[in-house]
């Protein structure tokens, strides 16, 4: 069967060129896809590599443990995308989601269907924002740099730190925000993958009538940019009210608060260094509890991280974290978590919130 190709009228429409066509069905054309059809493709879609997550993690689970797979949950996520990704859009075949709503990718600069470099190149921009956005980006990048930099500072340390920096600034963060009141304005493209590598959908179903058509998008779009704005701008107000409260304050409070932050250079460098020496070794995984090893072997403190007695895992010494959401888990299997998210109920952690428990 010949590629697809495209006619070259006012919208983007594709021309189905099945061996020789004559007749009526010579310039056969389709109209761009509808939000709804798009939305509910991916929803679809998304559906569908959720299973597969699923059933790969409970393979690897009995193969590796769960502590295993709940550090490397970000990679298997992306793993399991880019397979489902390229056994469909990468074999030029449509999605599973693409199926359920009769729509199909096209390539609008040259009105044709994608090519195989370009299906490529449309995977790994649909692959790029889930490493990028996630916590765990910035953070190897900002550790990378931070150990590179206490050996020598170069330009590559420089430029990780400078990376770490736009990962973590709060334009890049609020990217995926714009993206999504961008769609509900022109629908077009739901995924930024997609918008960069200029991949829209036509859709396959005949047009409807214009009382039949779905409702458009733009008010919850706008809706959402409304509270985008009232959000920036509450920010934005907090920090000038604290700056000038810190503005108004005497100068000799701010010189007081200045002491306070900077020490003392000159006691410093006049103290004369010490050395330390370390006669024996030092176990930070030690055990620091008051439990018997009998009810430390007890079946109910099992953490179910690394399916070990809480407190005793890499890192612990004989401490437990008790999350906001009330599930215990050893102090250093918590520590290693890609995702800040509890293990077992999802709700989102934030480490600082965290209590430290010893003899539980």
């Known amino acids: 069967m ?11 429409t594709l021309t189905a060129v099945s061996g020789q066509l004559n007749g009526e069905y010579a310039n056969l054309s389709f109209k761009p896809a509808s939000q709804a059809q798009i939305l509910r493709s991916h929803q679809r879609d998304v559906a569908q590599i959720s299973r597969l997550k699923e059933l790969v993690a409970e393979i ?55 090519s195989k470099w370009r299906r490529l190149f449309t995977i790994v921009f649909l692959l790029l924002p889930t490493l990028l956005a996630s916590p765990e980006a910035a953070r190897l990048v900002r550790h990378e740099s931070t150990r590179d930099h206490a050996a ?53 179903l005949p047009p409807k009538p214009i009382d039949q058509r779905p409702a458009s998008y733009e008010p919850l779009g706008l809706f959402l940019l409304i509270r985008f704005l009232a959000r920036i701008f509450a920010q934005r107000q907090n920090s000038d009210v604290g700056n000038q409260e810190s503005l108004s304050r005497p100068p000799i409070m701010r010189l007081q608060d200045s002491q306070k932050v900077a020490p003392n250079v000159s006691n410093n460098l006049s103290q004369p260094k010490e ?28 953490c179910t991280l690394c399916l070990e007695s809480r407190g005793t895992g890499e890192g612990s010494g004989g401490t437990v974290a008790v999350t906001e959401c009330g599930h215990i888990f050893c102090w250093g299997c918590l520590g290693g978590l890609e ?7 999802r709700q989102s952690l934030r480490m600082e919130r965290l209590i430290a428990a010893y003899n539980l």
């Open 339 to 345: 995702k800040l998210e509890c293990p077992l109920c």
């Open 60 to 114: 690897l689970r009995s193969l590796a443990g769960t502590r295993w797979i709940t550090h490397k949950q970000t990679l298997i996520d992306v793993l399991v995308k880019a397979v489902y990704l390229t056994l469909t859009l990468g074999r030029g075949q449509q999605t599973l989601g693409e199926e359920y709503t009769d729509i199909l990718p096209f390539f609008r600069r040259s009105h044709s269907l994608p």
């Open 152 to 204: 020598l500072p170069t330009r590559w340390t420089r430029y990780q730190e400078a990376c770490a920096k736009i990962l973590e600034s709060p334009c890049v963060q609020a990217l995926p925000e714009l993206h999504m009141i961008a769609f509900l304005f022109r629908g077009r493209f739901f995924e930024l993958g997609r918008r960069l590598a200029g991949l829209s959908y036509v859709s396959l």
């Open 2 to 12: 010949d590629t697809p190709t495209a006619s070259t009228s006012r919208n983007p």
């Open 275 to 302: 050395t330390i020496l370390v006669t024996s070794p030092m176990s930070f995984d030690s055990s620091n509890t008051y439990l018997t090893p009998e009810a430390i072997e007890l079946p109910e403190r099992q």
